[in-house]
C-alpha cells in the first residue's frame, strides 16, 4: 500500500442522522477522521447541524425525506461521481408498539412498513452504486426483526416492519451476480433514544462505537450478515 493510499480519507453516508442513532453514527465516523455525508429529513435545525462546529467541511448535510422516491432521486443526482466507502442507512419509526396486530392502526402499519423496510431498501437501490467495491452497505435492523427469536411478543408492528427489512435485504443479496461489497443487517441493541425510551439499558456510547467496529471489521467480507452491535450473528 502506497502513502497516498494510506492517507486517503475514507467516506460514509448516513442517511437518517438528524438524531439519535443516526446522528451518534456521524459523530463517531468523525470522531475516527472519516469524512461523512449525512441526510436530514426536513429543513429545521438537528443535533446533527451541532457537530458542524467541530467537523468543519469533514461533515456534508442534506435533505432527504426517505419516503419520497424523488427526494431519493435528486440526492443520487448531486451525489453522482462520488465514491463511497460506508453507506449506511438508519431508518426508524414505531406507531403503538403495544397494539397487537389485530387492534393497530392499518395507516400507522402502513407507516412502518414503509419508512422501515421499504424506503431503505429505495435508497439502498438507488445509492448502491456510489458505494466502491469492497465498500460496506449497511441497514440498521433490529434484534426484534428476529423471527427465530421472537419469544415474548410485544412490538408486533415493529417487528414485522424490522423483519420485512431483513427479508428485503436477503433479497436484495441474491440479486447481486458478484458480491463485490459487505452487506450488513445490523441490531445495535435496545438503546434510550427517543424511540428506544427511558427504559432502555444502553446507553448511545454503549452501541454506536461498537456498531462501527463490527462495520469496520467485517469490511472486505462477501455475503450478508445480520449482526448484534457485539458482531455476533442474530437468528434470521
Known amino acids: 500500500m502506497t ?10 453516508l448516513i442517511v437518517g442522522a438528524s438524531r439519535g442513532l443516526g446522528c451518534a453514527l456521524a459523530e463517531e465516523y468523525l470522531k475516527r477522521g472519516w469524512q461523512v455525508i449525512a441526510t436530514v429529513r426536513g429543513s429545521t435545525h438537528t443535533p446533527l447541524h451541532d457537530l458542524q462546529a467541530s467537523a468543519g467541511d469533514r ?9 419520497v422516491p424523488s427526494d ?9 461521481g462520488r465514491s463511497i466507502d460506508v453507506l ?4 426508524g419509526i414505531s406507531i403503538e408498539p403495544d397494539k397487537t396486530a389485530a387492534e393497530m392502526d392499518t395507516e400507522g402499519f402502513l407507516r412502518m412498513m414503509v ?19 469492497g465498500g460496506v452497505i449497511a441497514a440498521m435492523s433490529s434484534g426484534l426483526g428476529s423471527v427465530a427469536n421472537n419469544q415474548d411478543g410485544g412490538w408486533e408492528g415493529y417487528r414485522a416492519s424490522k423483519a420485512a427489512l431483513n427479508t428485503l435485504m436477503r ?7 458478484v458480491p463485490t461489497r459487505t452487506l450488513l443487517l445490523i441490531a445495535p441493541g435496545w438503546v434510550r433514544t427517543d424511540m428506544g425510551g427511558d427504559a432502555a439499558p444502553l446507553d448511545i456510547s454503549d ?15 462477501s455475503g450478508l450478515q445480520y449482526l448484534n452491535r457485539l458482531g455476533e450473528t442474530v437468528p434470521w
Open 59 to 67: 461533515l456534508e448535510i442534506e435533505r432527504l425525506d426517505i419516503d
Open 115 to 133: 419508512t422501515n423496510a421499504l424506503s431503505p431498501m429505495r435508497v439502498i437501490e438507488a445509492l448502491d452504486t456510489l458505494v466502491a467495491p
Open 72 to 80: 431519493i432521486k435528486a440526492l443520487r443526482q448531486r451525489l453522482e
Open 171 to 177: 433479497s436484495y443479496a441474491a440479486r447481486q451476480p
Open 3 to 12: 502513502s497516498n493510499e494510506q492517507q486517503k480519507q475514507q467516506t460514509a
Open 207 to 221: 452501541s454506536i462505537p461498537r456498531v462501527v467496529d463490527v462495520v469496520t471489521s467485517q469490511t472486505g467480507c
Open 88 to 91: 449506511f442507512v438508519n431508518a
